[in-house]
């Protein structure tokens, strides 16, 4: 709920969700047989995952300079 509000965070959700789509749907593919279509799919399940990781790093530089912003106002506060 904390870093909720930041937009790297709602990011996250649709490549997240199409990570974990392509996947099943890669076995399902793969149980009927359809090498190809299972294959095409672990590829789009790849692609996926990689934009999770950008969108990870990206929320992790927000958290970071988030974190810096608290912390910095708290020692402002320190001070006063």
């Given at each position: 709920k904390r870093y909720s509000q930041l937009?790297?965070?709602?990011a996250l959700e649709s490549p997240h969700r199409q990570v974990h789509d392509?996947?099943?749907q890669a076995l399902a593919a793969a149980?009927?047989?359809?090498?190809r279509g299972a294959a095409n799919l672990l590829l789009?399940?790849?692609k996926a995952s990689s934009a999770v990781v950008d969108v990870l790093s990206q929320l992790e530089d927000s958290l970071q300079t988030v974190?810096?912003?608290v912390a910095?106002?708290?020692t402002t506060e320190l001070f006063e």
């Open positions: 937009r790297a965070f709602s392509c996947g099943l149980a009927k047989g359809d090498e789009q399940m790849e974190d810096h912003a910095s106002q708290s």
